[in-house]
């Protein structure tokens, strides 16, 4: 392993003080770089003391200048992970770090990524929410996340179950990328049940990105700290449902803290996973009902491109005047292929080729639950 690498990944595990503390210490130079990262590793046992640095930090930067810290097993693995074309560990002083991610107080000192990493350069959007959510609260984050990416918008998530994975499963059934942080090592990719979506997001030219070691488990204060660099990859964040002590909330108001854009849907009183999405509101975030609501506040960051592939898409597929009739038909809340049934009148096999031309134009969506209008 080349030892720049070895480097940054000392620093990226030294216990006992985090990213934004590692970064402080780096002094920049004038221009705004790092003028030396790697200094820190090379002070004396009494410069590190003088620091106030704590024991355990003094104790691994020991290890690492005698030989003894990280594990060469360990940077071994590491090196073949590398091997594979896909795989890529991106250190805070690269071109390829994400610019926006850049600009947060505490940002991760380095990332790995399985996937495309020049994808964390583009315009993102945030789509989190609970991971016990209601079945209406699926189909909005389906619908919500196949609008903004139709769009032009990369669509960023976790990956947990719920609404997160929801998101991630629209963009990859238009075969369009996405980005998945996880609290988890990428060797380790948690749900379990999530590892075909999470190949299928590698394949599409999306990624996979997590800060922390290739095997690390899901522990449950990683997913906290996660959240800070999905909102910290993004313009904004739109919080689909949520209750009152969701994560989602956490990511919410750390984009508040970095200065992104927070936007919530609004849902029944009697739902709890509402109650959240409900307080984000009160304290600011804006209600949300469709998704020009989010493009257009976004407009300056995310680029005039994002309208300029959607509106070639439906202005270059016109709809026949019986699928005109249809799409009237079909609201922004979901409807059944039984409700269209009864009422046009028609048969499922004349709906059905007018229903697939008209979602593989871009107007409507097919969900599990039945169809939805999208513009």
């Given at each position: 392993m080349h030892e720049h690498l070895r480097e940054w990944i000392a620093l990226s595990e030294l216990p006992g003080i985090g990213p934004g503390g590692l970064l402080r210490l780096m002094q920049p130079d004038a221009s705004g770089d790092l003028a030396d990262q790697t200094s820190l590793l090379q002070?004396?046992?009494h410069q590190l003391r003088s620091l106030n640095l704590p024991v355990q930090t003094i104790h691994h930067i020991g290890a690492y200048q005698r030989g003894e810290?990280?594990?060469?097993?360990?940077?071994q693995e590491i090196d073949r992970w590398l091997q594979q074309p896909y795989n890529h560990l991106v250190t805070f002083n690269c071109d390829r770090y994400p610019p926006l991610l850049k600009q947060i107080s505490d940002p991760p000192l380095l990332l790995y990524i399985s996937g495309d990493p020049d994808l964390l350069h583009l315009p993102q959007l945030a789509i989190v929410g609970s991971r016990s959510a209601s079945r209406?609260?699926?189909?909005?984050?389906?619908?919500?996340?196949?609008?903004?990416?139709a769009s032009g918008i990369t669509i960023t998530s976790g990956l947990a179950r719920g609404v997160d994975g929801a998101a991630h499963m629209a963009a990859v059934e238009l075969s369009k990328?996405?980005?998945?942080?996880?609290?988890?090592?990428?060797?380790?990719v948690y749900p379990r049940q999530h590892q075909s979506l999470a190949d299928d997001i590698i394949s599409l030219g999306g990624a996979l990105v997590s800060e922390y070691p290739l095997r690390m488990a899901p522990l449950p204060h990683n997913f906290p700290r996660r959240n800070r660099i999905i909102s910290g990859l993004s313009a904004g964040v739109l919080v689909v449902e949520a209750a009152r002590r969701s994560g989602s909330l956490i990511t919410a108001r750390l984009a508040l803290e970095q200065g992104r854009e927070v936007f919530a849907l609004p849902g029944a009183l009697n739902n709890p996973q509402s109650h959240g999405c409900h307080d984000?509101?009160?304290?600011?975030?804006?209600?949300?009902?469709?998704?020009?609501?989010?493009?257009?506040p976004l407009a300056s960051l995310l680029g005039s491109y994002c309208y300029d592939e959607k509106r070639e898409a439906t202005d270059s597929i016109k709809l026949t005047d019986a699928e005109a009739v249809l799409l009237d038909q079909i609201s922004y809340q979901l409807v059944t292929l039984e409700q269209l049934i009864g009422i046009t009148g028609l048969d499922a096999p004349a709906l059905l080729p007018q229903l697939v031309a008209m979602e593989l134009s871009g107007y409507i969506a097919n969900t599990p639950d039945g169809y939805q209008r999208l513009i």
């Open positions: 002070l004396s046992h810290w990280p594990d060469s097993a360990y940077l209406n609260g699926i189909a909005l984050s389906r619908s919500f996340a196949s609008d903004l990416t990328p996405t980005v998945a942080v996880l609290g988890s090592g990428l060797m380790n984000l509101i009160r304290e600011g975030a804006t209600l949300i009902e469709t998704s020009a609501q989010i493009i257009d």
